[in-house]
């Protein structure tokens, strides 16, 4: 018996680990009506969504339902740690003119705050979108931030932020504004569009890191890095802004290379940048879903080492690389055809197996064109298959379609249990059940 004392001590603490996740929370916020414990009535600094964050604790998240939320006012600060503010979809969680901050200088800073699935527009008066102070371990994802009174995002002194997949449009100063020789910023796949000014402004940056984005048609220069320790600009479409493509100075490591600069105004480069060995300045020929169409010279061109969701070579834009949960099979194409892709070409084509004909006709594996069988002739062999041609549109503003894996701490934590506790009495029964005679 006293052999089985070690497992079971092995077995019940492996148990609480795995229930410790279980105590986390969600606290709803719904429009008037919605019957959620958090209804929203009204706005202003109390409104439901402020009393839900308020009541969060760390690990908690405030989920809010599909609605429009009029002028809400959300302040987080160092009482608030670990708190995930998620919306139902980034189409349907819409705030108008709100006030948004994530720590300020007066009331300390906010840890580990994640936002993501909502829309932001119009917000009050010359306030920001979102407003970042002092604040770690931030991350943004799946938000449209539109029709900002000043900039889209601002992030200032002494703050680590992370975007995924994220747009800022129309902001009447910068879509994205960042100075403190403290800041730490990661952007993946972010859209950062027709603001007043710059797309980008760095005033000054710890790191900076902006991948597979795009960044356009913007009043003044698509990224300017005024001062900065480490920037790494890759992947990323620059083009259509109204002076120069990159305005960068005093940055003591700069990374730029795989990008494609074309069509600003003024010329593609200023300051002490200039093209990368491996940058483009072609046209970026994209549909008006803003995916790149099939015949588009960014597929495929991005940096090597960095992969699409299909693991080929990362293209150049915002649907490429890993973050985008674009899946590379849905470049646009006129028609019914689809974009076939090989290592060496892409091209718009019609069928590669019969399953992509329809009625009696059969595919030509030679011209890849459906053709109905006369007399006599073979179908092709059909080879191996592609994956589905099909296309599907794109949500939220331009913004690549993100794949999202939800986990059950809950069900997970009764499966490890069950699974530990099974294999416990194997064990102990193998071992210990079966005596010999005599014994």
């Known amino acids: 018996m006293k052999r089985l004392l070690p497992v079971l001590f092995v077995t019940v ?43 969060a604790g760390d690990g908690d998240t405030v989920y809010i339902y599909n ?66 102070v002092n604040s770690t371990g931030v991350v943004l994802r799946s938000l449209v931030i539109t029709g900002s ?23 009447s100063s910068a879509g994205l504004r960042i100075n403190g020789s403290g800041v730490e910023v990661d952007a993946y796949n972010v859209n950062i569009v027709s603001n007043t000014f710059q797309g980008v402004l760095v005033e000054d940056v710890s790191v900076f890191n902006i991948v597979n984005s795009r960044v356009a048609s913007n009043g003044s220069v698509g990224i300017q890095v ?22 960068v100075s005093s940055v003591t490591s700069l990374t730029n290379d795989y990008n494609n600069v074309y069509g600003n105004t003024s010329g593609a480069y200023t300051g002490d940048i200039s093209a990368g060995a491996n940058s483009l300045a072609v046209d970026p020929d ?74 009696e006709e059969t595919c030509n594996t030679d011209t890849n064109v459906c053709e109905v069988l006369g007399a006599g002739d073979e179908p092709d062999d059909p080879g191996d298959s592609d994956p ?16 999202v894996f939800k986990e059950d701490p809950v069900f997970y934590s009764i499966l490890s249990v069950f699974l530990i506790t099974i294999g416990y009495i194997l064990y102990a029964q193998r071992k210990y059940g079966k005596k010999k005679v005599g014994d």
């Open 286 to 359: 994209l549909a008006l879903t803003r995916v790149l169409n099939c015949t588009s010279n960014l597929i495929n061109a991005g940096d090597p080492s960095i992969t699409d969701v299909d693991e080929s070579v990362s293209d150049i834009g915002m649907y490429g690389g890993s973050n985008s949960g674009f899946d590379g099979i849905n470049f646009v194409c006129s028609g019914d055809l689809f974009c076939h892709i090989t290592a060496e070409t892409h091209t718009c084509i019609e069928c590669l197996l019969d399953s992509d004909c329809t009625g």
């Open 388 to 403: 589905d041609p099909d296309t599907t549109e794109t949500d939220d503003g331009d913004l690549p379609a993100t794949i």
């Open 149 to 171: 009174g000043g900039e889209g995002v601002k992030i200032t002194g002494n703050a680590t932020v992370d975007f995924y997949n994220c747009k800022m449009s129309t902001g």
């Open 13 to 55: 603490t492996i148990s609480l680990m795995c229930l410790s996740n279980v105590n986390a929370a969600t606290l709803e916020v719904c429009p008037n009506g919605g019957e959620c414990t958090y209804e929203y009535t009204g706005g202003g600094a109390v409104n439901a969504i402020q009393t839900a964050i308020d009541a």
């Open 226 to 247: 005024n001062q900065g320790s480490t920037v790494d600009i890759r992947n990323t479409n620059v083009y259509s802004n109204t002076t120069y493509g990159m305005n």
């Open 67 to 132: 609605g429009t939320y009029a002028s809400p006012e959300m302040d987080l600060t160092s009482a608030h740690t670990g708190v995930t503010i998620e919306g139902e979809s980034t189409a349907g969680v819409i705030f108008t003119e709100s006030y948004f901050r994530i720590g300020s200088a007066v009331n300390g800073a906010s840890t580990n705050i994640t936002v993501k699935n909502l829309t932001i527009q119009d917000s009050y008066d010359v306030n920001n979108g979102i407003e970042i």
